[in-house]
């Protein structure tokens, strides 16, 4: 028999996780993988009706719920996060996955479209981390999971993007992810004492489905990926179930990366 220190390590029975972008490309896997897992996910948004395209009538009864909230205001925040703790309890797991911005140019960029990318990954990151946290510590432990880029690691292959300029990574999304990484180093520490985890995950190609009807833009990506494919959603889950259970309680500031080995040439 095993020692009880080893099993379940993975449950997450009885977590209410907090998830900012839950209905998008990456954010339906990675919910779905946490109710998977026993997790009650709590998927703060702007559009019920985005939602429930994403996860259909049956999203309640698989542990998957919406509570509506903007992650670029403060009051907007801290309203999902009361009504979260009224419906739901008090969160375990606040997963940073929602980011917005404007402007794709490297060379045409005006001072507006660069704060509001800049806002839309880092601010809204600290917003909510910000605002979270009350719950954590009435909690007595919980976990924060930010979400970065493989572009806050590594500047972009441009010679990728030569038959297809209009996909090219611009400079001020790679500066913003690049500064997630460090706020959750910054935080991994400072919330230390809380017994309150911080941790990311960086994401590497996992183009979207408009993005995947230019094949020749995809094998671009695929010959620079040493295991020579693109991601698929389903292949984030795993890290964030990992992550959000005790089998990561002794893991923070953490940054992992999950690019099929692009970043590591």
Known sequence: MLPTAFTDLFSLRGQVVLLTGGYGHLGRAVAAGLA???????????????????????????????????????????????????????????????????????????????????????????????????????????????????????????????????FTNPPHYGAAKAGVIQLTKYFAAYLAPDNIQVNCVTPGAFPSAPVQQHPAFIRELERRIPLGRIGRPEDLAGAFVYLSSRAADFVTGHNLVVDGGWTIK
Do not use: W
């Open 36 to 166: 998977a897992h026993g997790a009650t996910v709590v998927v703060i948004g702007r559009r019920a009706e985005a939602f429930e395209d994403a996860f259909g009538p049956q999203a309640a009864a698989a542990g998957i719920h919406f509570i509506e909230g903007d992650v670029a205001h403060t009051a907007s925040v801290q309203q999902a996060l009361r009504a979260a703790r009224v419906q739901f309890g008090l969160p375990a797991v606040l997963i940073n996955n929602a980011t917005y911005g404007q402007g794709s140019q490297p060379e045409a960029l005006t001072d507006e479209e660069f704060a509001r990318t800049l806002d839309g990954a880092l601010g809204s990151t600290y917003r909510c981390i910000r605002e979270v946290l009350p719950y954590l510590r009435e909690r007595g432990a919980g976990k924060i999971i930010n979400v970065a880029s493989m572009y806050g690691v590594v500047a972009p292959d441009f010679t990728a993007y030569e038959a297809t300029p209009q």
